[in-house]
């Protein structure tokens, strides 16, 4: 885990900071820019621009005039801020720099902050230690802001580099009078005190998470700016107004439901007007559904259900509201019917890797061969049989077991069995040499 430059292959503990990548020196972060402009070389005479951009906890960024500094992404540095230091890493660097400027709409100009230098291990030993006092802060935070019984809710707390400032960031629906607030954490936590309100937005792309896609939050990860999302974007889209599942994690509308609303809206502005009712031979049709990308509508006869809604195209369905207009009859509609009725499709078992069939217990058992059981205790059924025994043998009946017999004991062969052929070729019929032998 981490980049290059705080972990390494081996699988072992990584090298450097040992945070396994979030250290923020590499492009581990949220809402990297991939710089496209870092291998283009400048035209002659032009001087790189002097300004970087620095990333702070949690996708906060800022730009700042590097100075005679040469910095490139992935540094750590120690820049001005209102009071003392803060420390961040560069983020962004060149030419792309100028881009991101004019996106966000900063000037370039006397206002901006500049980089002090570059971090020393002792800037890196208190920015380390005042991210480690964030989490006990936040959680104090919030049993203060109950006591005082304040509606708010503090969601992150990010310490300036040089441990003397914190950001405590909350939402809340009101106005909240926190002046015994600060007072209080002033007192509890010795640093400096700045209250920021952030929106349900915000704050859902600050902390992250996961979102019902499967993905991590679009907040969090790439999207920089929030669009207003209306129920009409739901509407177009034919999906259903259900609060629960079309809001995301922060309680609004989901971003995603713009991503696409504008195939939607071009395809809805070439289907005829869905409110308006057809005149046909059976009697008036009305809307049912529309499948908007294959530009088929459904209908359905009022009064006679039972026959199911009927699918047409979306040029027959213009047709049809021109001749209605006209007075014209409509001739049999039958032969204009995309499909007869909606049909739903059933998933069938398919045999894809080799499993046996589902119905394999379902067929009876085969009764046993009995044949091959009874085989020998038919006259003559074994060759192998001695004669008296196969003569003194009665149909239907087994031949008398030889189990009563007294078993031969090793060694000593029954008698007429001396001059038996043995099956080890060149050996004796003797296993044992040895025995017989006197000593």
């Known amino acids: 885990m981490g980049c290059s430059s705080c972990g390494n292959n081996d699988g072992s503990v990584p090298n450097g900071c040992k945070s396994n990548g979030n250290c923020g020196t590499c492009s581990t972060g949220k809402k990297e820019v991939f710089d496209w402009l870092s291998g283009v070389p400048l035209a002659d005479g032009l001087k790189p621009f002097d300004v970087v951009e620095a990333r702070f906890k949690n996708g906060r960024k800022a730009f700042f005039r590097k100075g005679n500094l040469e910095l490139f992404q992935g540094d750590v540095i120690v820049v001005e801020a209102s009071t003392g230091y803060d420390v961040g890493i560069v983020s962004l660097s060149g030419e792309l720099v100028r881009v991101q400027m004019n996106r966000r709409e900063v000037k370039d100009n006397y206002e901006l902050k500049r980089v002090l230098r570059k971090a020393e291990q002792s800037d890196f030993d208190i920015w380390q230690a005042a991210r480690q006092l964030e989490t006990s802060t936040m959680t104090r935070s919030r049993e203060i802001s109950r006591e005082l019984g304040l509606q708010m809710k503090i969601s992150d707390v990010e310490y300036q580099g040089d441990k003397t400032r914190?950001?405590?960031?909350?939402?809340?629906?009101?106005?909240?009078?926190?002046?015994?607030?600060?007072?209080?954490?002033?007192?509890?936590?010795?640093?400096?005190?700045?209250?920021?309100?952030?929106?349900?937005?915000?704050?859902?792309?600050?902390?992250?998470?996961?979102?019902s896609c499967g993905r991590e939050l679009c907040c969090s990860t790439w999207l920089t700016d929030f669009r207003s999302v209306s129920t009409g974007a739901a509407r177009y889209q034919q999906l259903s107004l259900n609060p629960g599942k079309l809001a995301g994690q922060c309680g609004k509308l989901k971003c995603c439901l713009n991503y696409e609303l504008d195939q939607y809206v071009e395809a809805v502005r070439m289907l005829p007007p869905t409110h308006v009712k057809l005149k046909l031979p059976k009697g008036i049709a009305?809307?049912?559904?529309?499948?908007?990308?294959?530009?088929?509508?459904?209908?359905?006869?009022?009064?006679?259900?039972?026959?199911?809604?009927?699918?047409?195209?979306?040029?027959?369905?213009?047709?049809?509201?021109?001749?209605?207009?006209?007075?014209?009859?409509?001739?049999e509609v039958?032969?204009?019917?995309?499909?007869?009725?909606?049909?739903?499709?059933?998933?069938?078992?398919?045999?894809?890797?080799?499993?046996?069939?589902?119905?394999?217990?379902?067929?009876?058992?085969?009764?046993?061969?009995?044949?091959?059981?009874?085989?020998?205790?038919?006259?003559?059924?074994?060759?192998?049989?001695?004669?008296?025994?196969?003569g003194n043998a009665k149909p239907g009946n087994a031949a008398p077991q030889s189990a009563a017999a007294p078993k031969p004991k090793e060694g000593n062969r029954p008698p007429g069995n001396s001059n038996r052929p043995n099956r080890f070729k060149g050996k004796p019929n003797n296993p044992n040499p040895n025995q017989g032998k006197k000593e």
Do not use: C, W
């Open 166 to 211: 914190a950001i405590f960031y909350y939402t809340a629906d009101d106005r909240v009078d926190f002046r015994e607030l600060i007072r209080k954490y002033a007192e509890e936590f010795k640093v400096r005190i700045e209250m920021r309100q952030i929106g349900l937005r915000l704050e859902a792309g600050r902390l992250g998470g996961i979102g």
């Open 286 to 331: 009305s809307h049912f559904k529309t499948d908007i990308f294959k530009q088929v509508i459904y209908y359905t006869i009022e009064g006679q259900h039972s026959d199911g809604p009927f699918a047409l195209s979306a040029d027959v369905v213009k047709e049809i509201i021109e001749k209605n207009k006209r007075g014209e009859e409509i001739g």
């Open 334 to 390: 039958q032969t204009f019917i995309e499909e007869k009725e909606l049909v739903e499709s059933v998933v069938e078992f398919a045999e894809v890797v080799g499993q046996d069939s589902l119905t394999r217990f379902d067929n009876k058992k085969r009764k046993p061969n009995n044949n091959n059981r009874n085989r020998n205790s038919k006259p003559g059924g074994n060759s192998n049989r001695p004669a008296s025994a196969a």
